[in-house]
């Protein structure tokens, strides 16, 4: 994975005449872990959206770049994964259907095979299960589980543990550490502690209004 460098110049977002956040000065490293900090509806996930080029910022801009250039924003996609509980699964796939049509579009980390995923996922019984039966926390762990393992050297995660057991919990920072320490981490959590425990570097939304 190509190193990418994040740099935050002076960032603001407004609805309408509602000001989410503003001035955001910033650069993220090649394998940083931040975590964005922030009550419910205070702007955290705005940000990350903002970061990740999906929403245009009011004022400001989002630089990512390698060591030799810089990314349009149209092709910044190709270098980040994304985990958040309100992204839609095709709900009419198997879980085996699922990862396979993103493996196709989105390789895994050492070309992991559709089959590998799942059994790290540790969902093997339920490989040929539709995803419309599954649990909201069997839908988080495959939202991670295809974040996480896919080769990005940027994920980013908007509340991961929501929906997860204790043992859930574990399985998540196990493959944060095991599988995603050479990537740059960026996670949305309104302090719970054992979403950003990797974490050493924090933004607090709520300085920016």
């Not at 001035?23 to 872990?33: D, F, H, M, R, V």
């Not at 940000?47 to 999906?54: E, N, R, S, V, Y």
């Not at 995660?157 to 493959?175: G, H, R, T, V």
């Amino acid at each position: 994975m190509e190193p990418i460098h994040i740099q935050i110049n002076g960032l603001s977002k407004k609805f309408i005449h509602e000001w989410v956040f503003k001035e955001i000065n910033l650069l993220i490293s090649p394998k940083e872990k931040w975590v964005l900090m922030g009550s419910n509806g205070s702007g955290k996930s705005t940000l990350m959206q903002c970061i990740a080029g999906f929403l245009i910022p009011s004022k400001g801009e989002v630089l990512w770049k390698t060591q030799t250039q810089r990314i349009e924003v149209e092709k910044i996609y190709q270098y980040l994964s994304v985990a958040s509980p309100y992204m839609e699964l095709i709900e009419d796939f198997t879980l085996y259907e699922s990862v396979e049509h993103q493996r196709r579009f989105k390789p895994f980390i050492h070309s992991y095979s559709a089959e590998a995923v799942i059994e790290l996922m540790q969902l093997e019984q339920a490989q040929h299960k539709f995803i419309k039966n599954f649990s909201s926390g069997m839908k988080q762990r495959v939202r991670l589980g295809m974040a996480i393992l896919a080769d990005c050297p940027v994920l980013l995660l908007d509340e991961p543990c929501s929906n997860l057991d204790a043992k859930a919990i574990s399985w998540y920072q196990q493959m944060i550490e095991k599988y995603a320490a050479q990537k740059t981490i960026l996670v949305c959590s309104n302090a719970v502690e054992a979403e950003y425990v990797f974490c050493t570097n924090k933004i607090e939304i709520e300085q920016y209004k």
